[in-house]
């Protein structure tokens, strides 16, 4: 289907990448039109714009107004994404400020809004952009980003604008998903990253997970309209913004946290990659090599399964959700690996995803096939994994619809 797309674009350095989402966007045969602001001019060309766009670039409020184009161009968007996203732009769009042509086209629009924000460490972090950011998540917009990274000058933090294909993978996933609060008066808790047991003050037991799938469903319930409670072990990336955040190392701490946060939450998602041992004793001091031998023994017991414990435990109205991370090569056996590990643990569904040297950990991407309490495969998804993410959150909020409408059956009152 191709969607009208507006893409704003603002005064950042960033700009020039902008030009990235706009090919790719054209490219993926949208129809689109950008409005930059007087600033983003000074950074890249009007010509440009318009080249790449295949569309007549407008910035001027006073221009066009036989018709009506400080408002049309907002009615008739199906999509708008704006990249960068300066502090200064975030500021007036959570005032709801109109005073140049993206203003009006954002305040006239009822499409959703996707922003990439782009701008130095200190002003992404400061309270004030942190306050807009909150009020335009609480409204909706979903945030792309910022990434970390080398910043403009010597600098390097949060506050790079994501990448161009990012960008866009999560604008079209928004733009597809059927309805954009779907998850408002929900409570969901995300568990992400991979826990790390320690042996002694400087090391640990650890695994490879960065947090990336676990960040994207927490990222993308919130913008669905839940209240969301991120436990976070070790992440590799940045917390997203609007959500509860619980930072965890072990498996144990964990545990304690995901507990705590699953009181009459609506659904758990066990996005965590839980360690299974820990080291049978923690060292108080730094362990020395032993001069006299060769190797070294570890002695390991067991963590608790924590999920199988949620799945055990009385959890009326919770829905679980699990995810198992196979290194299985053939897809049947994958699959069936998947169902018995949902019977062992007591999930509701279970999000099976390969994993490997190369696949599944830090990477952008994921494949998944999602499993329910018949067996039954209820969805494959393959994609960014923002998309995965809003794909397994579209199963969640079936189980819970139906979930819901069971209850009121059973008691009409
Ligand atoms: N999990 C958990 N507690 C553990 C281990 C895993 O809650 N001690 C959760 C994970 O968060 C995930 C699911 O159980 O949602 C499956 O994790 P996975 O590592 O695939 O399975 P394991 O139970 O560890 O089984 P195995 O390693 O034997 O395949």
């Excluded at 839940?226 to 144990?252: F, H, K, Q, Y």
């Excluded at 995803?353 to 499993?371: H, Y």
Aim: aromatic share 2%; net charge negative; hydrophobic share 45%.
């Amino acid at each position: 289907m191709t969607l009208n797309i507006v893409v704003g674009i603002t005064g950042g350095i960033a700009a020039y990448k902008a030009v990235g989402v706009v090919r790719a966007l054209v490219l993926a045969g949208h129809d689109v039109h950008v409005v930059p602001t007087e600033g983003a001019l000074r950074f890249v060309g009007r010509p440009t714009l318009e080249a790449i766009s295949r569309n007549p670039v407008h910035t001027d409020l006073y221009e066009g107004v036989a018709e009506v184009r400080h408002v049309a161009i907002g009615q008739a968007a199906d999509l708008i994404v704006i990249a960068p996203a300066t502090a200064n732009t975030i500021a007036k769009l959570a005032a709801g400020l109109a005073d140049d042509l993206l203003g009006n086209t954002v305040l006239a629009s009822e499409a959703p809004v996707v922003i990439a924000p782009a701008m130095h460490t200190e002003m992404w972090r400061n309270p004030a952009t942190q306050a807009n950011i909150a009020t335009l998540v609480e409204r909706g917009v979903t945030v792309v980003g910022p990434a970390v990274g080398q910043l403009t000058g010597t600098d390097s933090g949060p506050g790079r604008m994501e990448e161009p294909d990012v960008i866009v993978a999560a604008a079209l996933a928004r733009a597809a998903s059927p309805s954009t609060r779907d998850l408002a008066g929900r409570r969901i808790v995300v568990t992400a990253g991979g826990t790390r047991e320690p042996l002694d003050p400087v090391r640990f037991l650890g695994n490879r997970s960065s947090g990336k799938q676990g960040v994207a469903i927490a990222e993308a319930a919130r913008a669905r309209g839940a209240e969301v409670t991120l436990v976070a072990a070790n992440l590799e990336i940045a917390e997203p913004d609007g959500c509860d955040v619980r930072r965890v190392s072990s498996a144990l701490e964990l545990q304690a946290a995901v507990t705590d946060a699953a009181q009459g939450a609506d659904a758990v998602v066990m996005a965590a990659a839980v360690a299974d041992y820990r080291p049978a004793a923690v060292s108080e001091s730094k362990i020395k090599k032993d001069a006299s031998g060769d190797g070294l023994t570890l002695e390991l017991v067991r963590n608790p399964d924590i999920l199988a414990g949620l799945g055990a435990a009385p959890h009326d109205g919770t829905l679980l959700v699990g995810f198992a991370a196979e290194t299985e090569p053939d897809d049947e056996r994958l699959l069936e690996l998947g169902r018995s590990k949902r019977r062992a643990k007591g999930a509701d569904l279970l999000v099976v995803n390969r994993v490997g040297w190369s696949e599944g950990f830090a990477t952008d991407e994921n494949s998944v096939v999602v499993v329910d309490r018949d067996d039954t495969v209820v969805t494959r998804l393959h994609g960014t994994k923002t998309s995965v993410a809003d794909g397994i959150l579209d199963v969640v909020v079936s189980k819970l619809t139906s979930t819901t409408e069971r209850t009121k059956e059973a008691d009409p009152a």
